[in-house]
């Protein structure tokens, strides 16, 4: 590697760069989505999208699965693959079913496309070495 583009306080590989992915997108989305749904179950139980047409409390409990219990999985690095399926599916549907694959303007599904490119990119890849899932 050019050693000007090398920084020796920053250790070589990929595994730093998968530790600061998982902490900053699944904290992310446990902390702005998966929260919200807990705290405001009962509000939002009454007008939560059924897109798959399986009920609207149910819907909103596989969310709250999806965006808490995997987010901090995802965060730990604890069955990060399966973790980060579990999400990609939750938010692969948010954007193609609610936000109807629409990136730019109001109501966009921005945010779920880069959640889902996040995740996908997790499943293929791995938790990396600072991870529970690395110290097996």
């Known amino acids: 590697m ?3 583009v090398r920084l020796g306080f920053i250790p070589p590989g990929y595994d730093l760069g998968l530790l600061v992915l998982r902490v900053c997108f699944g904290f992310s989305l ?3 989505h998966g929260l919200s ?3 405001n179950f009962a509000t939002m139980s009454q007008h939560f999208a ?3 047409h399986i009920g609207v409390r149910i819907s909103l409990m596989l ?3 999806a965006e808490s219990f995997c987010a901090l999985l995802v965060v730990l690095g604890l069955a990060t ?3 980060a399926v579990v999400i990609a599916i939750d938010v692969g ?3 193609s079913l ?3 694959f629409h990136l730019t303007g109001p109501g966009s599904g921005e945010i779920a496309f880069l959640y889902l490119t996040v995740m996908v990119v997790l499943f293929l890849s791995g938790a990396g070495r600072y991870s529970v899932d690395g110290r097996a």
Do not use: E, G, Q
């Open 81 to 83: 693959r399966w973790a």
């Open 30 to 32: 446990f902390w702005c």
């Open 98 to 100: 609610i936000h109807k």
């Open 50 to 52: 059924d897109p798959l």
């Open 93 to 95: 549907v948010a954007f």
């Open 2 to 4: 050019n050693s000007f």
């Open 37 to 39: 749904k807990i705290t």
């Open 63 to 65: 969310a709250i699965f």
